[in-house]
């Protein structure tokens, strides 16, 4: 306990130089930004800016990245509020009684509970990293070849399994990801492998090109397919601050949010989303006040909103832990530690505790940031989101590209970004789930390192993976995992929450 | 045997083509051993692996009850020739390092509308004319700068939306042009032209 407080000294004295400070900052702004416009989420912007953050201290610019991806999830919920279009994917359900509020001209609250339990959960949350991220780090530095490899594959399998749509689907997807993932140089015998002789290819696909163009060209070009129709409550924005009827309505709706979403953000696979969907059909099944669900109910707007911010927060454990991304956003993380030169891991925490102290302290200062600043600010994020698709969505683009350019200055990795492009539209076409592809690439080489490690050592006997109790029970989670969702009562409870969703 | 579900179907296709790709090109390097395991290995496991789920989603698609038309996408395939030929034009007519600034541009471009075209076969407006504009930009930036490729890239791309002004468009396209040269040349010091190159 006294070294939790000692570590915290030593995170708080990082997170509140004035230089970190700065950049944290500019993250929860920027996150915000992009939370309360529609059409560009965290995994395109923080591509966009991976390249940009190779200028940076490792600290500040990890700082900053995380506070783009809890940013978002305030920012998320104002345009859900508002307009009733989600602004973050999170923030899907807090549309469906947020903007109902904002009809009853109750928009004030209906923020203010948003922002007031979003800060509660970033507390809380922060304080739950602190707590588990050191033991678990502990028992993960004990961890050989075996075990990694199998903790892959559960992640992996629990990442299908939460994907929405076909099962089989998203497992092909992760196994496309990985194979695209092997792409370039194998570190063992050093043959170029699947570049078709193209140098730039022998270094392995960008991860920044895949992500920004499945997920930030795909996504531009989905929306532009659609037609603009926003209907925006502005002017009945005033009192900002809940009554105390809506505390009291709301408190033990933000308490169960808060918990749910802290947990299922641990989980690989979870996240944010996750989170916000899950806090809300809980909420609807146990609140006093369900029937009013979907009519304005502040607990419809509490709880997920609480659990998304928890749930996007504690996802950077498994990733500061373990090495291993739960979702897009981690897999984008891992890839900005790579640019500065850190192996993420266990040992970060021993080796560079200023980082990962200082990156949890400043979780905590981005949230107070986030909460004393957005609600004086709310009228010029509504300004922005007045500003109309075509204008936005060519800006987005000029950064974007910048962005890809700047990698190593030269047209390839627009062009492969663009490629991905029309194979991130290709697979919103075909309904196959781009997330386990993220997973899958990030993970390829790293799982096939670990698997080729663990053979090595067993002497080509691959029941090691099964006598090993750590890895046996990890397989064991991950067999159960894909039990249960193949089964086929569940299987079709899934496709109907999937629906309703 | 009807295909019922034509987005499973093309999934699968999908799926199974990258699988057996992934496969056969595997079979240039070292298999190894299992304890030694070879370049090879693992691709090939994978590849593998992802055939059969890619069979199983094309075989779901004759079977299922859930009904898709099979025409997903609107696919163009005389636009796919065109840019296939123009981009072997392009590969074999490439300038050295020599070339002039014109030569250098000409060339860029004919790559650039091969590019397209192969894009522009998938269809959709929106989706050929938005990744032709980041194709060009990405060509241009060197040789023509980056106040020049902004300002093509939010041309080019505002005429894939629904709605094109000239004033907006144009208004849009300075003021853009102005900040990335500020943020990304001045503030960030990324390397890049600001101005075509033979003004420097």
């Not at chain 1, 900053?64 to 998320?76: D, E, K, P, S």
């Not at chain 1, 496309?176 to 792409?183: I, M, N, R, S």
């Not at chain 1, 009827?245 to 989303?273: E, H, V, Y």
């Not at chain 1, 607990?299 to 979702?327: K, M, R, W």
Request: glycine content about 12%.
């Amino acid at each position: 306990m006294e070294s939790l407080f000692s570590n915290l000294a030593l995170g708080f004295g990082v997170a509140l130089s004035i230089q970190n400070l700065l950049y944290c900052l500019l993250g929860v702004l920027l996150g915000t930004l992009i939370g309360v416009l529609p059409g560009i989420g965290p995994v395109a912007t923080i591509a966009m800016l991976l390249p940009v953050t190779f200028t940076l201290n490792p600290t500040s610019a990890l700082i900053m990245l995380a506070g783009i991806y809890y940013g978002a999830q305030y920012g998320g919920s104002t345009t859900a509020i508002l307009v009733n279009i989600p602004g973050e994917s999170s923030s899907v359900v807090t549309c469906l009684d947020g903007y109902q509020m904002a009809r009853q001209g109750r928009a004030g609250p209906a923020l203010g509970i948003a922002a007031i339990g979003s800060f509660f959960a970033g507390c809380v949350a922060t304080v739950i990293i602190a707590l588990f991220a050191p033991p678990l780090a502990e028992v993960a530095l004990k961890f050989g070849p075996a075990e990694y490899f199998s903790l892959m594959v559960l992640g992996l399998v629990a990442a299908t399994v939460l994907a929405h749509g076909s099962l089989v689907k998203a497992i092909a997807m992760v196994l496309l990801g990985l194979l695209l993932g092997l792409v370039g140089t194998d570190v063992n015998s050093g043959v170029a492998r699947f570049s078709f002789g193209v140098s730039e290819l022998s270094d392995g696909i960008g991860f920044v090109s895949v992500a920004m163009g499945v997920f930030g060209f795909a996504e531009i070009i989905a929306n532009l397919e659609q037609k603009e129709k926003r209907e925006i409550f502005t002017k009945k924005v005033s009192n900002l601050l809940p009554s105390l009827q809506d505390f009291k309505d709301s408190w033990a709706s933000i308490l169960r949010g808060t918990a749910l979403g802290s947990f299922l953000g641990i989980l690989p696979g979870g996240g944010a989303l996750l989170a916000s969907f899950a806090a809300y059909t809980l909420e609807k099944k146990i609140s006093w006040n369900s029937a009013q669900f979907g009519k304005g109910a502040i607990q419809g707007v509490a709880a997920p909103e609480s659990a998304n911010n928890a749930g996007a927060q504690t996802s950077f454990i498994p990733l500061l832990t373990l090495g291993i991304p739960s979702n897009p956003v981690m897999a984008l993380m891992i890839g900005a530690m790579m640019i500065q030169g850190i192996a993420p891991g266990p040992q970060v925490m021993t080796e560079r505790p200023q980082l990962f102290w200082g990156m949890i302290a400043s979780m905590w200062v981005g949230n107070l940031m986030l909460v004393v600043l957005n609600l004086p600010m709310i009228g010029m994020w509504i300004k922005l989101l007045m500003v109309p698709y075509r204008i936005l969505y060519p800006s987005i683009l000029v950064f974007c590209c910048i962005g890809v350019y700047s990698i190593s200055n030269s047209p390839f990795d627009v062009m492969q970004t663009a490629a991905f492009g029309v194979v991130g539209y290709v697979f919103v076409k075909l309904e196959c789930e781009p997330a386990p592809l993220i997973l899958g690439f990030i993970l390829g080489p790293l799982m096939e390192e670990n698997l080729r490690r663990a053979m090595l050592l067993s002497r080509g006997d691959a029941l090691v993976f099964f006598q090993r109790p750590i890895s046996l029970t990890m397989l064991i989670i991950a067999g159960v995992l894909l039990a249960i969702v193949l089964a086929p009562a569940v299987r079709k409870k899934r496709e109907e929450a999937f629906v309703e969703a | 045997m009807k295909i019922t579900n034509g987005k499973d179907f093309w999934a699968g296709m999908m799926f199974v083509a990258f699988g057996l790709g992934f496969v056969w090109k595997a079979q240039d390097y070292a298999m190894g051993t299992s304890v030694r395991m070879g370049p090879a290995y693992f691709p090939t496991v994978l590849g593998g692996l992802l055939a059969v789920l890619g069979a199983a989603v094309l075989f779901r698609a004759f079977v299922t009850k859930i009904e898709n038309p099979l025409h997903v996408f609107p696919f163009k395939i005389w636009r796919l020739v065109a840019g296939l030929a123009l981009g072997a034009v392009a590969y074999y007519t490439q300038p050295g390092n020599a070339a002039g600034i014109l030569l250098d541009t000409g060339h860029a471009l004919i790559a650039g509308l091969a590019v397209g075209l192969m894009f522009a076969a998938f269809g959709e407006r929106s989706l050929w004319v938005i990744l032709f504009s980041v194709v060009i930009f990405g060509y241009v930036l060197k040789p023509l700068g980056l106040v020049a490729a902004t300002v093509l890239l939010v041309f080019v791309s505002a005429w894939g939306g629904h709605e094109f002004k000239w004033k907006e468009v144009t208004i849009l396209s300075v003021s853009l042009a102005i900040f990335a040269v500020l943020a990304f040349v001045k503030g960030l010091g990324l390397p890049m032209n600001v101005w075509p190159g033979i003004w420097e």
